[in-house]
């Protein structure tokens, strides 16, 4: 039988671990409890010694990872005197679980570090507390290292469920994507000071490509978790599965009513993370009468780090004050960057900044993201941190010397107002001369120099990219077109740079980063992509737009497209896109495939794009529209096979 996150209840060997863990869950040791008028202990009574640790059986409790939380269990001591015993966990590490309350016999514990480590327990009489057991026979545990499972371990850099300052209630719902048979998947929560709560059997998916959606993740956790109080809270969540052999991929939704921001999970060996010494770039921060902007960043080692943080202007010059944070392991904090640096709104109003995270102390792992909120609509949009050098990678949002905008539009809204796209360049080097060539469906317009950064950390700004282009080569109506943009640093490299676009109509608006064509983020052969979240029903409506990055002197290409529902299988029919170098296509998925709404209608949906054959490299990209308020989200595709 499935097991999913709201049926994990169930099973009562499950009941049994998970509410025994809930009371020690985030790693803090617990009191004695209370037994009322118990009579005391006897002279001569004796407490047994508790049998040797366990590991607790899988597939309820996930293997033993560095970082990673997992239940420990012991029992079988008694009192001679027939008094209840509390039981206490040695971790090996310096550290311990303290005094468990009567009845406990699990403990959650996350190590900082891999290696091995002697677990052992003892046991007191809850009456006599002077009356302990010898300490049991050790189990060693043994830590693998996150690397060893990195491939299937995700960090989400936010999940909410608390009410909005305008009214209603932010709520995360994710959607979880299992491309192997059998796949366990398990979480923990992490939210402000370190504290922690987990690890929670999530779901198993029986069948490869299987999908199961959680409407709000928090809520969810609450019912599984009902001595922590989830509403009202911000954290980040880890997902990680049994083994590396079973890789997942994650996307998620932060919606207030007819509002919302679409960001993917972050893959911990590649994606926006950084140690001691480096850092990480937050784009397109604005704080004055339109928008608000926040930040939220997640310590993931086991060891306290210290950032640093600098609002930098369009020179690349600081605004206002650098400020530093402590984060504890495992610490998630959010805040107005703005205020921190002593630049609040309205005594100051800022556009086109970026944010500079440094790690100063703690060889641990930083990650991060940016959002903005419309003052007026409170319409949320997420902005993906970028590490601070250039490289490539999997990583969609890394400095390069070429980058690829999946959409940019100058057009008519259907209902109302006019789409444009704002872009900002970041030149991570200095000097940077960045050209760029307009992509359509039928041709392409340019190259065309936009701009030549200053120092490194300079920024621009364009408030509407295509009316820029019209500027520029005014014998092409850009009015009414949307298509895609090659970006290209001229000087080759290390000149490199960031692209951060903003497509908005109004108080609504979507964000989404420009790539580089590399390898892990095009459909070659041997290398799918897949979109995740996509729905067509009375809520949404949903798009793809794919972009043939091949290059001016690269080959046509062709991708086999496959909707896939919650259990894996094809919705409708197959469907195919053939793309000469630098042309775009846009097209709903689900009126492609012969399902269009309202004769069908579809939730919690992904597509699998595949290239049967060598051709010219394929990228893609999705979003969803709302039905009532147009407001639109992004949603990047993620490698399916790698």
Same mark, same amino acid.
């Given at each position: 039988?499935?097991?999913?996150?709201?049926?994990?209840?169930?099973?009562?060997?499950?009941?049994?671990?998970?509410?025994?863990?809930?009371?020690?869950?985030?790693?803090?040791?617990?009191?004695?409890?209370?037994?009322?008028?118990?009579?005391?202990?006897?002279?001569?009574?004796?407490?047994?010694?508790?049998?040797?640790?366990?590991?607790?059986?899988?597939?309820?409790?996930?293997?033993?990872?560095?970082?990673?939380?997992?239940?420990?269990?012991?029992?079988?001591?008694?009192?001679?005197?027939?008094?209840?015993?509390?039981?206490?966990?040695?971790?090996?590490?310096?550290?311990?679980?303290?005094?468990?309350?009567?009845?406990?016999?699990?403990?959650?514990?996350?190590?900082?570090?891999?290696?091995?480590?002697?677990?052992?327990?003892?046991?007191?009489?809850?009456?006599?507390?002077?009356?302990?057991?010898?300490?049991?026979?050790?189990?060693?545990?043994?830590?693998?290292?996150?690397?060893?499972?990195?491939?299937?371990?995700?960090?989400?850099?936010?999940?909410?469920?608390?009410?909005?300052?305008?009214?209603?209630?932010?709520?995360?719902?994710?959607?979880?994507?299992?491309?192997?048979?059998?796949?366990?998947?398990?979480?923990?929560?992490?939210?402000?000071?370190?504290?922690?709560?987990?690890?929670?059997?999530?779901?198993?998916?029986?069948?490869?490509?299987?999908?199961?959606?959680?409407?709000?993740?928090?809520?969810?956790?609450?019912?599984?978790?009902?001595?922590?109080?989830?509403?009202?809270?911000?954290?980040?969540?880890?997902?990680?599965?049994?083994?590396?052999?079973?890789?997942?991929?994650?996307?998620?939704?932060?919606?207030?009513?007819?509002?919302?921001?679409?960001?993917?999970?972050?893959?911990?060996?590649?994606?926006?993370?950084?140690?001691?010494?480096?850092?990480?770039?937050?784009?397109?921060?604005?704080?004055?009468?339109?928008?608000?902007?926040?930040?939220?960043?997640?310590?993931?080692?086991?060891?306290?780090?210290?950032?640093?943080?600098?609002?930098?202007?369009?020179?690349?010059?600081?605004?206002?004050?650098?400020?530093?944070?402590?984060?504890?392991?495992?610490?998630?904090?959010?805040?107005?960057?703005?205020?921190?640096?002593?630049?609040?709104?309205?005594?100051?109003?800022?556009?086109?900044?970026?944010?500079?995270?440094?790690?100063?102390?703690?060889?641990?792992?930083?990650?991060?993201?940016?959002?903005?909120?419309?003052?007026?609509?409170?319409?949320?949009?997420?902005?993906?941190?970028?590490?601070?050098?250039?490289?490539?990678?999997?990583?969609?949002?890394?400095?390069?010397?070429?980058?690829?905008?999946?959409?940019?539009?100058?057009?008519?809204?259907?209902?109302?107002?006019?789409?444009?796209?704002?872009?900002?360049?970041?030149?991570?080097?200095?000097?940077?001369?960045?050209?760029?060539?307009?992509?359509?469906?039928?041709?392409?317009?340019?190259?065309?120099?936009?701009?030549?950064?200053?120092?490194?950390?300079?920024?621009?700004?364009?408030?509407?990219?295509?009316?820029?282009?019209?500027?520029?080569?005014?014998?092409?109506?850009?009015?009414?077109?949307?298509?895609?943009? %090659?970006? &290209? /640093?001229?000087?080759?490299?290390?000149?490199?740079?960031?692209?951060? +676009? @903003? $497509?908005?109509? #109004?108080?609504? =608006?979507?964000?989404?980063?420009?790539?580089?064509?590399?390898?892990?983020?095009?459909?070659?052969?041997?290398?799918?992509?897949?979109?995740?979240?996509?729905?067509?029903?009375?809520?949404?409506?949903?798009?793809?737009?794919?972009?043939?990055?091949?290059?001016?002197?690269?080959?046509?290409?062709?991708?086999?497209?496959?909707?896939?529902?919650?259990?894996?299988?094809?919705?409708?029919?197959?469907?195919?896109?053939?793309?000469?170098?630098?042309?775009?296509?846009?097209?709903?998925?689900?009126?492609?495939?012969?399902?269009?709404?309202?004769?069908?209608? %579809?939730? &919690? /949906?992904?597509?699998?794009?595949?290239?049967?054959?060598?051709?010219? +490299? @394929? $990228?893609?990209? #999705?979003?969803? =529209?709302?039905?009532?308020?147009?407001?639109?989200?992004?949603?990047?595709?993620?490698?399916?096979?790698?």
């Amino acid at each position: 039988m499935k097991k999913a996150l709201g049926f994990a209840l169930a099973s009562s060997a499950v009941t049994a671990v998970f509410l025994i863990a809930f009371l020690a869950a985030a790693g803090t040791p617990s009191g004695a409890g209370s037994l009322g008028h118990a009579v005391p202990s006897a002279p001569g009574d004796i407490v047994s010694t508790p049998t040797t640790p366990a590991i607790g059986a899988p597939p309820d409790n996930p293997p033993p990872v560095e970082t990673l939380p997992s239940n420990y269990t012991t029992g079988g001591s008694t009192c001679s005197g027939g008094h209840p015993v509390e039981y206490y966990f040695d971790f090996g590490d310096g550290t311990n679980s303290g005094w468990l309350p009567v009845g406990t016999f699990t403990v959650a514990k996350r190590y900082a570090a891999q290696g091995s480590y002697n677990v052992r327990a003892k046991a007191r009489c809850s009456v006599d507390t002077g009356l302990e057991s010898s300490f049991s026979a050790s189990l060693a545990a043994n830590i693998s290292s996150l690397s060893s499972i990195e491939q299937c371990f995700h960090v989400l850099p936010e999940a909410i469920w608390a009410p909005a300052t305008g009214g209603g209630t932010w709520v995360t719902e994710v959607q979880l994507t299992a491309i192997q048979p059998l796949t366990h998947i398990y979480l923990c929560f992490n939210t402000a000071g370190g504290t922690w709560r987990g690890p929670f059997y999530t779901w198993v998916a029986e069948s490869p490509n299987e999908t199961y959606k959680l409407p709000n993740i928090l809520a969810d956790l609450q019912y599984l978790d009902p001595s922590f109080n989830y509403y009202g809270r911000v954290g980040a969540v880890e997902f990680w599965t049994q083994d590396a052999a079973h890789g997942i991929r994650l996307a998620s939704r932060t919606s207030n009513g007819n509002y919302s921001k679409t960001f993917p999970g972050l893959r911990f060996n590649n994606e926006s993370v950084v140690g001691e010494h480096n850092a990480l770039l937050v784009q397109n921060l604005i704080n004055n009468a339109t928008y608000r902007s926040s930040a939220g960043f997640f310590n993931a080692g086991g060891i306290a780090m210290t950032v640093e943080f600098e609002l930098l202007d369009s020179t690349g010059s600081l605004i206002g004050s650098a400020f530093s944070r402590l984060f504890a392991a495992y610490d998630f904090q959010s805040f107005n960057p703005f205020v921190q640096a002593g630049v609040p709104y309205p005594a100051y109003s800022y556009d086109n900044v970026i944010l500079r995270a440094y790690v100063t102390s703690g060889d641990s792992s930083l990650l991060g993201f940016g959002a903005l909120a419309n003052n007026t609509s409170n319409d949320p949009a997420a902005m993906l941190t970028a590490m601070d050098a250039w490289g490539g990678g999997s990583a969609w949002n890394m400095p390069a010397v070429t980058k690829y905008l999946p959409e940019a539009i100058w057009a008519q809204a259907t209902g109302g107002g006019t789409w444009t796209t704002d872009i900002q360049i970041t030149d991570d080097h200095g000097g940077t001369e960045v050209e760029a060539v307009f992509c359509t469906a039928s041709g392409t317009r340019g190259p065309f120099v936009l701009w030549t950064g200053g120092s490194a950390h300079s920024s621009v700004k364009f408030t509407n990219i295509l009316q820029t282009f019209q500027a520029l080569d005014p014998s092409f109506t850009y009015y009414g077109k949307v298509g895609a943009i %090659y970006f &290209n /640093a001229t000087q080759g490299p290390p000149y490199c740079f960031l692209v951060a +676009a @903003m $497509t908005k109509n #109004g108080n609504y =608006a979507k964000t989404y980063p420009a790539t580089s064509p590399t390898l892990f983020k095009a459909v070659v052969p041997g290398y799918d992509l897949m979109v995740q979240n996509l729905a067509s029903d009375a809520t949404y409506r949903s798009s793809v737009i794919f972009v043939n990055v091949s290059g001016i002197s690269g080959s046509p290409g062709t991708v086999e497209c496959r909707l896939r529902d919650t259990t894996g299988n094809v919705i409708g029919s197959m469907f195919t896109v053939t793309l000469s170098p630098f042309r775009v296509y846009s097209v709903n998925p689900f009126a492609a495939a012969g399902v269009p709404y309202p004769a069908n209608s %579809y939730d &919690n /949906a992904w597509l699998h794009l595949t290239m049967p054959s060598a051709g010219g +490299a @394929m $990228t893609v990209y #999705g979003a969803t =529209a709302n039905n009532a308020s147009n407001d639109p989200a992004a949603h990047l595709p993620a490698m399916y096979n790698h």
